[in-house]
């Protein structure tokens, strides 16, 4: 390909709506073009990247056996009320109708699809286990689309889903599974994406993961213990608290607090530890705006993924309105009446001499004690786990935070879906059963936005050669020199006719426009033909992670670049 | 792969909806479910015979400078409105809005994301030409789809545009695109593909071609010249007819012709030649009803195509009210009163002794003269070609009608969307100028469906081996046999490491179901290892074309097997 050909534009400055560097870089090299918030279109690079993505994808899920399919992306909506989920999924499942008025979804995940084309055909045991999968286009329609191919509305992604007989079995695919989304990521060139344990949401089902690029930029929290190998989405992290209950409770007392609302500020004018109180944080109901109070220890974040699971239903942060019976900024678990739902957090639970709110404007207690003041409470977990606090699985105080891109995702889904559209086959005693699922994600295009973040610098992505959208870049300097000119030709033609995929800049431009083009491209071996250089016979050959840089002689030019570009692949492998 | 682990159904029964071969007979062998009207999933089968013929184009694309970029399915309503589609295409624009009420279409081609992604880019003459290129899922709201993959509403289509400086050079590259497609059908086994000149409609432009396989089943009538090489959609196909005058005009007569209401029963009661006949046929603008009515002779048919195409704007049929001033079956040219727009077809030009509608109950005209009883009025041509019609090209009377699918198109698109949406370059000389844009349109599950159509019997499709979704179908007959398991095994491997793609079915069933599952997959190779042939130390190699049939020593199998797949592959180069 000839670099003057390319559709697309490169450009030096950062665009100013572009809040992460893969983003920027993306639009300044000529990747991707907006077309709306949150949909792009794909200029060549970027299709490039994404299809040698797609294959390592293709590959490793076919290792493990799956089959690849594909389903619709507009769905019949009757189908997703099979499931449940045509209601119970928000306003992200985009909903319409067709000519004759009939319902449809654009398909955000295929569950359903997956369920109906196989229930006919897995009626019996011995059809089992099985995956499926497909890679095709998605729709979602976030109400926050941001940092360009991260999160996104529409998105190419691998979704595939597995059919068992016994949770042994979804189990033992299911690591295999894992094994093979490792293998992914090394062979797309970030080896370090974890995986790490999280909630299952929306999807169903009880065990999952996530497999995250940790990065600064990243959306989600990531829990990983210091001390051992837990690992989790900060959703998912279990929070233990050592609640330490003093020997002696002072008596309740009440105390004027005017114009202190906050619990940092009513602990700093009493002079108390923001741990030795009790605050609370409202939240609704979405469906009717129910008041939700959850009660938690001063110094404790609420985790709205673990009240959202307990309550089994959507909430939203409260507007505390004057005929709600709230007192905003003095609520307190004492003589609290009202139609709302309260919960407690299991970082209260036993203590004691607690300063609370006392649902009374510019009032608190004092002394507040969980188990002589309270009728009988059933305390749950509902708390971010902090900085520092204690793994769940070594009890270590070695927890730290850190921030990460979901690059994949996979469920142990168990058989809700197999269960509400009813999929069953007969067992080896003619009994009828459920079948049970897994399913597996990955995203197409924020997995190249990730390798992008994870390897880039101020001038451009540095792509590893597994998924570069080509593998040598061929800058012929002063192109109006018939040496160097006639040599680069050659030089282009024979690496093709070896299979190595060039893109070639013959343009009679300046040096540094030509690198700064190569840079936002990003391609992993660069070869520099130059009068200066001809006149000794030789190429410079360079990687774009300035690991390499070496001058060829040209008679072994051709088969030294084969050579790297295959010490290059090969560390890919 | 082994048969015994591939998801999807086989059916000795013709699905009773089925009304094309290539519908049943992908429906019987596990290529594809419905999941609504027009909705389909692919089971592996069949998606890797679209990932093939995807290949195909692909390679055929890049080797005519195409670059593969990717375009979103779900599209703003607003950039629709600026090339002027948003209102102008029917219902089968499927629109909605997202969660925030703004207005969206799902792509069903994709002339709008090309300009948007290149407009920017493609700012000077230097730039041109280049063509981009993308296969993509596309959807179109089809009132009636039918037949299976022939006729779908959500469909995976390759789509093309070429951007341009000159009409030349258009055409130059028309030309290359043209020839591309025809490496496209011979490559995927339908060589006997024809191109035929196309009417462009909603895409706009002039000369348009679609690339037709000829079949009992298609939906378009072919014109064909058995002379020469003219080959035209009938929708585009110009109808010549030789008016020949009467010496003597009789005089205008009114007759009673009660209860004759269609042009044959009113010929048949007066004794009369329906090519000496004026017959009326009746549409309705569809926005607001307004009637339209053509005159013709009575041996021609309206093309609506031809008609629509004239007034610029879409029509059905209609309904003709007592209010509405027409005297159904009674409708003439002469006296003629209302507030309709009339128009007259060319085989009625310079007529006479005519028998025509009077405009009144139960009365015609004997002896109606064009040229002397009408004021003077303009002819156009709105019929379609009959079988045995005059050539445009060569003058002959040997036009011949056929049925065909459309299994791609090319059109010269002109400047419609480049001016619509403001797209410009600068020329050599500094002048601001509309690019020039053609496109190119496969659909690749309706190519599927038609190399089956023309590759069947009643068993099953026969696949050629260059989209087959395997190469090899190896089957183990009594595989209870120790001998035949341990060969057959041995030789699935040793094709495996060969490269070549082996379907292996090694279950205990008869030889008689072995067979017709092997004929419903129609793999293009067959390979039998069986006790008898075990004994000869020979195994069965075969053709699902029945053209070759050999016994081959099994020391010499994999060899043979090779070499018949390369033959086979050679062939579809």
Chains 1, 2 share one sequence.
Not at 125 to 150: C, H, N, S, V, W
Not at 243 to 258: F, G, I, K, Y
Request: with cysteine; glycine share 8%.
């Amino acid at each position: 390909m000839k670099l003057e050909k390319l559709v697309g534009e490169r450009f030096k400055e950062r665009p100013s709506d572009c809040v992460v560097d893969s983003h920027a870089l993306m639009v300044r090299g000529g990747y991707m073009k907006a077309m709306a918030n949150g949909i792009f279109s794909s200029y060549m690079p970027l299709k490039r990247i994404t299809q040698k993505i797609e294959n390592i994808i293709r590959e490793e899920m076919d290792a493990i056996d799956g089959q690849e399919v594909l389903f619709p992306v507009v769905m019949p909506g009757s189908l997703w009320e099979e499931s449940g989920r045509y209601n119970s999924i928000g306003k992200e499942l985009l909903r319409f109708e067709d000519r004759s008025g009939a319902k449809h979804v654009l398909g955000m995940t295929h569950e359903e699809a997956a369920v109906h084309l196989v229930r006919d055909y897995a009626s019996t045991y011995t059809r089992y286990p099985f995956m499926i999968y497909q890679i095709q286009t998605k729709f979602r329609d976030e109400a926050r689309p941001r940092a360009g191919l991260i999160r996104v509305r529409e998105f190419t992604m691998k979704d595939a889903y597995s059919f068992h007989t016994s949770q042994e079995d979804l189990e033992q695919y299911y690591m295999q599974c894992y094994k093979a989304y490792e293998n992914v990521y090394r062979r797309a060139g970030i080896p370090e994406v974890v995986a790490v344990k999280s909630d299952s949401g929306m999807m169903g089902g009880k065990v999952s993961h996530e497999f995250m690029l940790l990065t600064s930029i990243g959306e989600d929290s990531i829990v990983i213990c210091k001390d051992c190998s837990y690992r989790a989405n900060m959703e998912a992290a279990e929070c233990i608290t050592e609640n330490v209950r003093d020997e002696v409770s002072a008596a309740l007392e009440l105390v004027h607090t005017p114009e202190q609302k906050t619990i940092e500020e009513v602990c700093a004018f009493l002079g108390a530890d923001e741990a030795k109180s009790c605050k609370a944080v409202v939240y609704q109901r979405n469906s009717d705006d129910k008041y939700i109070i959850i009660f938690l220890r001063g110094d404790r974040e609420v985790n709205e993924t673990k009240v959202t699971n307990y309550l089994g239903f959507d909430i939203h942060p409260a507007v505390i309105t004057e005929e709600s019976g709230i007192t905003a900024g003095f609520i307190g678990p004492k003589d609290l009446e009202g139609d709302f739902i309260v919960l407690y957090d299991k970082s209260l639970e036993g203590l004691n001499n607690l300063i609370c709110g006392a649902n009374k404007d510019e009032y608190h207690y004092k002394g507040l004690d969980m188990e002589r003041d309270l009728e009988k409470v059933e305390y749950h977990d509902f708390a971010k786990i902090p900085e520092g606090g204690i793994c769940p699985v070594c009890g270590k105080h070695s927890i730290t935070i850190k921030r990460g891109i979901e690059v994949g995702n996979i469920f142990q889904l168990g058989t809700k879906y197999t269960e509400s559209m009813g999929m069953t086959y007969t067992d080896e005693n003619g009994k009828s059963q459920y079948p049970i699922m897994g399913c597996y994600g990955i995203g197409v295009g924020r997995l190249a936005a990730s390798v992008c973040e994870a390897h880039h610098d101020d001038y451009g992505p540095i792509w590893p050669i597994s998924i570069a959208p080509w593998q040598v870049h061929l800058c012929a300097m002063r192109a109006d020199d018939k040496n160097v000119k006639a040599y680069a030709d050659s030089l282009y033609n024979d690496l093709q006719k070896a299979g190595i995929e060039v893109i070639y800049d013959d343009r009679q431009v300046s040096a540094g426009f030509m690198f700064s083009d190569a840079d936002l491209l990003g391609v992993p071996v660069r070869v520099v033909v130059s009068p200066r250089n001809m006149k000794q016979s030789v190429i410079e050959l360079s990687t774009r992670d300035k690991s390499i840089k070496e001058s060829v002689p040209t008679e072994n030019a051709v088969q030294r670049i084969k050579e790297l570009v295959n010490e290059l692949l090969e560390k890919c492998r």
